[in-house]
């Protein structure tokens, strides 16, 4: 059994001495690595093309090959954690730092060392013990004939892992279709989502006087009246006008824009389907009239009176589509829902470079512990990216990330991406661009599934000086 005492003198040893990325950074693993994650974003090809930021890792990995660069004192902390029944092995924190575009024709060099290397802690998925190592990483432009002694830094990454003896797991959900690699998916044509709780949403009662309402949103809209005789609007559906007693009416359909005009957060008692706490607000439309619903997306004690919100029609299971919101505005970035298939999966861990078994094997991913395959730290990593960067846009500049993985992803969930801007900082400068005075923004950006945050992460991004959201 090998001490604590023994397990923190390796901190501070190298992890990796000498590396050099097997390939230089290339045109062809940018498209694969692209085609995987759904990543459209146009910076990432054509003759001035960059390579993804969050595709960092990518070069240094070294694929079935091995890792000839590793250090003995590295392999030996692993095998011993091995021996000592801590073989179960899954990327739990990245955090990347970049101080300067990849482009094609440049080689990657890289050294690491073991930061820190954790007392024996107990999680979700077993015991053992965090090792953390932390990379520099240069890089010279071998196509243009430099050598490798004029390579430039060009970012640091902090990554943890944790080697541990598994735990009983929760086996994770089937899912009869598997739509492609990096499909995503809008509610409420994509896969049902429960509650975070056990049962299914109350039913709403269908009657003559409001199944137009409900004809709407089972069309995609959310529809309100308006009196034929005075233009009057209202909501809920009824009857009569009750500004002029009318019963002369037409449906029309809202744009969907509101705000908050009055909230509640409940907290007790619970409705088994709805997770604890939530907010019920009434929602005042551009229209001009007010809708009561929950808004989503956003921590309960941060809703607010006055808060944007935009309509979001959302599949709560089989039977049943509700008109919730979630927030709108400059500092909230709209949601994207991403099917997680095996496809996805297994096309991610083959993009990264990383042939961890437990990315592509089920059998030997169920001997490890995991009920069946499940997606590596890369892809989530990735899928953090292109999130961003689709509502930052191409001229963005994504100047870090950091994420912290939770819940596995397993086939047969759903991602469901969420960000909001926390701060602006105006006046920055793109590295290695002189001064452009651009602003950076920092967003928190969260990716769920049904059963809870899979990745939660933090971005810095200088603003896409086009005109992208700043």
Known sequence: MIEPTELQSYAGRPAAAGGRAPDPVNAPMIRHWCEAMGDANPAY?????????????????????????????????LGRLDADGYASVVATDCEQEYLAPLRPGQRVLFESEIETVSPEKTTALGTGHFVT?????RAYDEAAGEKPEEARPVATHRFR??????????????????????????????????????????RPVVNRDNEGFWQGVAEGELRFQRCTDCATPRFPWLPGCNACGSDAWSAEAASGEGTVYSQVVVHHPLPAAFAAPYSVALVELAEGVRVVSNVVGLAPDQVRIGLPVRLSLER??????????????PDHLPVLR?????TLIVAGAIATRDYQDVHHDAELARAKGAPDVFMNILTSNGL????????????????RIALRLGVPAYPGDELTFTGRVVDRVPGRSDPG??????????????????????????????ADPSGGPA
């Not at 190592?133 to 990483?137: A, S």
């Not at 991403?338 to 095996?342: E, H, Q």
């Not at 661009?433 to 200088?462: I, K, N």
């Open 45 to 77: 090809a054509g003759p001035d093309a960059i390579a993804p930021p969050a595709m960092l890792q990518v070069w240094t990995m070294a694929g079935l090959s091995g890792h000839g660069s590793r250090s003995g004192a590295y392999d030996e902390l």
């Open 133 to 137: 190592t932390r990379t520099e990483l």
């Open 161 to 202: 892992i944790l080697k541990f003896r598994p735990a009983a797991g929760e086996q994770p959900p089937r899912r009869s279709a598997e739509p492609g690699a990096g499909q995503s998916a809008r509610q409420p044509t994509g896969q049902p989502k429960r509650g975070h709780g056990t049962g299914l949403r109350p």
């Open 316 to 329: 709560c299971d089989d039977e049943l589509t509700l008109p919730l919101f979630r927030p709108a505005g």
């Open 338 to 342: 991403i099917p997680v298939t095996r």
């Open 384 to 399: 953090v990216g292109r999130y961003v960067t689709d509502w930052a846009g191409s001229g963005a500049t994504i100047l």
């Open 433 to 462: 661009a002189g001064g452009d005075g651009r602003t950076e923004l920092t967003l928190a950006v969260v990716g769920s599934t049904a059963r809870g945050a899979h990745v939660t992460a933090e971005v810095r991004l200088l």
